[in-house]
């Protein structure tokens, strides 16, 4: 993924398709729904633009659904792009990933999973 002609709003759509893309090989559509901004600008051309990402998943269980995420944005892709600064709210019900993309502009975009 090349961030150097992107600003900050395109840098997270960027990352937000590539996630998708990388995420829906990991995980059958058939398990998740993406709710939310990204869905509606992605699939209903919404000119907002989310800075967080809604998925609603099923069938899956935390500690794999967990590994899934971590081992894409980890992934050679995306660790040249992504500094990740921790995982939050770890539940059974509710996971979430805080992620900062950093450009190579040194622009701090932050991101919520």
């Known amino acids: 993924m090349n961030m150097h002609s992107y ?10 398709i590539e996630f998708l893309r990388a995420f829906t090989k990991k995980i059958r559509p058939s398990f998740y729904v993406l709710k939310g ?7 209903f051309g919404s000119v907002r633009y989310s800075e967080d990402m809604d998925l609603d ?10 590994d899934t995420v971590m081992k894409i944005i980890v992934s ?6 992504l ?4 995982i939050e709210k770890i539940l059974p019900t509710t996971q ?5 993309l ?5 622009d701090d975009t932050y991101l919520q999973k």
């Open 7 to 16: 600003d900050n709003l395109q840098v997270r759509e960027v990352f937000h």
């Open 96 to 100: 979430r990933f805080k992620i900062h």
């Open 102 to 106: 950093i450009t190579h502009q040194g």
């Open 57 to 66: 998943v099923n069938t899956v269980s935390v500690s794999v659904l967990r």
């Open 83 to 86: 500094k990740v600064f921790g």
């Open 37 to 43: 901004g990204v869905n509606m600008r992605l699939f």
């Open 76 to 81: 050679t892709s995306f660790q040249n792009e």
